[in-house]
């Protein structure tokens, strides 16, 4: 319903109210007075009683009418907020590529801060004057099992203790992950030979380093 097509069906509803019928600012008062929300029942009367087909019709419209303009509210605010996402988008669109050119020359200079840093664990963030942190995420390993035959094979001619039957092995992945060095191989000291033993079946997968900002 158009704007116009309500304000006339509004007028039109007022000029066929019938005698006593209250006002939207009686109905209100009344319902105030009434206490009536979804937890309570109703316990005052109304002061208007539909008593015929033309006082129901009035009704009716009012209802209409009502729900109209409810129905027209959630249309503006719908046009409303696509405005907005667009503003965004838009705003974005402009922003973003800053945002991640700053953040790729920071990244360069976070890495070599740390690369420079030679103490045992080096900080992997810095705090900016501005209130921006500078920070490095990923990195971290996880076990990949290529061949489980393979590697309970190994564990049993050098770790046999970790082996708890024929195909299982009681390896954590962290303890796997200590073992590891900075490319995908696990290598081990055998006890027996003094020797670095590479692993077989298995092998550490790192996520990549990446280099973000957080704006406080």
């Not at 209409?64 to 249309?75: H, L, W, Y």
């Not at 000291?189 to 092998?203: H, I, K, N, W």
Request: proline share 4%; hydrophobic share 40%.
């Amino acid at each position: 319903m158009s704007a116009l097509v309500g304000d006339l069906d509004a007028e039109l509803t007022d000029a066929l109210a019938p005698d006593g019928a209250p006002s939207d600012v009686d109905i209100a008062n009344y319902l105030r007075a009434a206490d009536i929300d979804a937890g309570h029942e109703q316990t005052a009367k109304p002061p208007f009683r539909v008593t015929d087909l033309a006082s129901a019709d009035w009704a009716g419209r009012k209802i209409r009418a009502a729900q109209a303009r409810i129905d027209e509210a959630k249309d503006y605010r719908a046009k409303v907020l696509a405005q907005l996402d667009a503003h965004v988008e838009r705003e974005e669109a402009r922003d973003l590529p800053t945002i991640q050119y700053m953040e790729s020359l920071l990244g360069d200079w976070l890495r070599d801060e740390i690369a420079a840093d030679d103490s045992k664990k080096p900080k992997v963030s810095r705090d900016l004057p501005c209130g921006v942190k500078v920070k490095r995420t990923g990195g971290t390993a996880s076990l990949e099992v290529d061949d489980a035959d393979a590697l309970v094979d190994w564990l049993k001619d050098h770790r046999p203790g970790l082996v708890t039957s024929e195909t299982v092995w009681n390896w954590s992945k962290n303890d796997v992950k200590k073992l590891a060095d900075d490319t995908d191989r696990i290598a081990v000291l055998d006890e027996e030979s003094g020797e670095l033993s590479e692993v077989t079946g298995a092998r550490i997968v790192r996520k990549p380093y990446e280099y973000r900002t957080v704006t406080s």
